[in-house]
């Protein structure tokens, strides 16, 4: 089973969505555990906040000095999407490099 961890208005989740045969997990409404956002820290480190985003831009250096695990709890959408999950592996983003490990 494939889950897209994203949100549903976000381009990059749909063209992902729409390539794999997936579930999108949709991090707005329904907020990701401590538990799994330790686990994509674990994978991706400090590439897992988008500082690049509107939301990052948005907040002063305290807020953003703050842990990324509750940082991401209080602010979902500072995720960088998507984060894919295939069978147990997991990928961030949805670049050519991605595409080619789902085998799209």
């Known amino acids: 089973m494939t889950i897209i961890y994203g949100i549903k208005t976000c381009d990059t989740c749909r063209k992902a969505l729409k390539s794999l045969e997936a579930t999108l ?13 330790q686990r994509f820290q674990a994978e991706f480190g ?4 988008n500082k690049k985003s509107t ?17 991401l709890t209080d602010h979902p959408t500072l995720m960088k999407r998507p984060v894919i999950d295939l069978d147990g ?7 050519k490099d991605v595409q080619a490990a789902c085998g799209v």
């Open 89 to 95: 592996k997991l990928y961030l983003g949805w670049g």
């Open 55 to 71: 939301t990052w831009r948005g907040l002063d250096d305290v807020e953003r000095a703050r842990d990324p695990i509750e940082l």
């Open 25 to 37: 997990h949709d991090v707005r409404a329904e907020p990701l555990s401590v538990v799994q956002l």
């Open 46 to 49: 400090e590439a897992l906040v």
